[in-house]
């Protein structure tokens, strides 16, 4: 059932998305052309993947004359927090029926939809998650075409400050939350310090670090909220 | 190394973790009591890790630019700001940090 409301409420809640992707894919859609991409494979790659750090990562192995194999195998592991994120959000869906509506949802569960439907605090229509996923969609491989073709065009203080936007509504949401409760500002500290102390002293890999941080600071909110906080029936 | 090749089998790698699991989602609704809660404060605890500490090394030896651009967003919406203000606001911060005292 198409909703138009819904659909202009998630396209609404989209477009800081929007702006983060495009200015990040812009960067993408130059390193593919400078990496001795086609115009249709590095937009291709951005319309069929839709995954910001994991594109990076498989350009970088590429760059550096890596095995087809080893760039997969790590592609796969830097994207194997998304089990854990499609799990928690899947909970949230309306309507779990649709296979159509499944589909959508997981091909667009990227860090920035998932953390901004969960914070939802309702169940999630397919339309308003549709609005949601086509406004990233549309700023990540319009950002990525742009970038091909004209280079990070912005003046580069524009340009390195942009990279500011997807954090900054992370920490929006954050500030949201902690407004209502203590509680998750303690979790979200779990995370941050641990991921903190594993990538910068410890030298882990980005992917390994984020998955570690993340259930371990998980566990650490399960014990310390209660049934009814977490919204458990 | 065929490129397209890559392409697809990266992008096969990428969505499979994310689309499996809507398709389990009856069989994790059924899962024990912890496990449901902690699906629940999973979006949470990805938070913290989602900002920390890439948003200060994406920045390298400026890093109090990006650290700016976060206090002010996270201060914005503790102080009930919509988010768009929360953004324009840490990317005021962040852009003039950048100015202020480059690296």
Redesign the interface.
């Known amino acids: 059932m198409v909703n138009g409301k819904e659909i202009r409420e998630g396209i609404h809640d989209g477009?800081?998305i929007f702006?983060g992707y495009f200015t990040t894919a812009l960067a993408f859609g130059l390193l593919t052309r400078t990496s001795g991409?086609l115009f249709v494979?590095g937009v291709?790659?951005s319309m069929?993947?839709?995954?910001g750090s994991?594109?990076f990562l498989?350009m970088n192995l590429?760059n550096a004359g890596s095995f087809?194999a080893s760039?997969?195998v790590s592609?796969?592991f830097i994207?194997?927090?998304?089990?854990?994120?499609?799990?928690?959000l899947?909970?949230r869906?309306a309507d779990?029926s649709s296979i159509a509506g499944?589909?959508m949802?997981?091909?667009g569960?990227v860090?920035e939809v998932?953390?901004v439907a969960?914070?939802k605090g309702r169940k999630l229509s397919y339309s308003y998650m549709a609005g949601l996923i086509f406004t990233s969609y549309v700023g990540w491989v319009s950002g990525t075409a742009i970038g091909y073709l004209g280079g990070t065009f912005l003046p580069a203080?524009?340009q390195?400050?942009?990279?500011?936007?997807v954090?900054?509504?992370?920490?929006?949401?954050?500030?949201?939350?902690?407004?209502r409760g203590i509680k998750?500002f303690l979790?979200?500290?779990?995370?941050?310090?641990?991921?903190?102390l594993l990538?910068?002293v410890l030298g882990l890999s980005?992917g390994l670090?984020?998955l570690i941080?993340?259930?371990i600071?998980?566990?650490?909110?399960?014990l310390l909220?209660t049934?009814e906080e977490?919204?458990?029936e | 190394?065929n490129?397209?090749?890559?392409?697809?089998?990266?992008?096969f790698?990428?969505?499979?973790?994310?689309?499996?699991?809507?398709?389990?989602?009856?069989a994790?609704?059924r899962l024990p009591?912890?496990l449901?809660?902690?699906?629940?404060?999973?979006?949470?605890?990805?938070?913290?890790?989602?900002?920390?500490?890439?948003?200060l090394?994406?920045?390298g030896s400026m890093w109090y630019?990006?650290l700016a651009?976060?206090?002010?967003?996270?201060?914005?919406?503790?102080f009930?700001g919509p988010?768009?203000l929360?953004?324009i606001l840490?990317?005021l911060s962040?852009?003039g940090m950048?100015?202020a005292f480059p690296a």
């Not at chain 1, 069929?48 to 995954?51: D, Y």
């Not at chain 1, 995370?191 to 903190?196: E, G, I, K, V």
């Not at chain 2, 790698?13 to 009856?26: D, K, N």
């Not at chain 2, 651009?69 to 503790?78: C, H, K, M, T």
């Open positions: 477009f800081p702006l991409f494979e291709l790659t069929i993947t839709f995954a994991g594109q498989m590429y087809l760039i997969i592609v796969f994207n194997s927090r998304y089990i854990f994120m499609a799990s928690s899947s909970q869906l779990p499944r589909l949802c997981g091909f569960t860090d998932f953390t969960s914070f203080v524009v390195k400050a942009a990279v500011i936007t954090y900054a509504m992370f920490a929006s949401l954050l500030g949201s939350e902690t407004r998750a979790v979200a500290s779990v995370s941050a310090l641990l991921n903190s990538i910068l980005t670090s984020f941080s993340m259930i600071a998980t566990v650490f909110g399960a909220y049934d977490a919204g458990l | 190394m490129k397209i090749i890559l392409i697809v089998s990266c992008a790698v990428t969505l499979l973790p994310r689309i499996v699991p809507y398709f389990a989602s009856s994790l609704s009591r912890f449901r809660k902690c699906m629940v404060l999973l979006p949470v605890a990805a938070l913290g890790a989602l900002i920390f500490p890439l948003a090394t994406d920045f630019a990006g651009g976060v206090a002010v967003a996270f201060a914005v919406s503790l009930r988010m768009i929360s953004i840490a990317l962040t852009a950048l100015l």
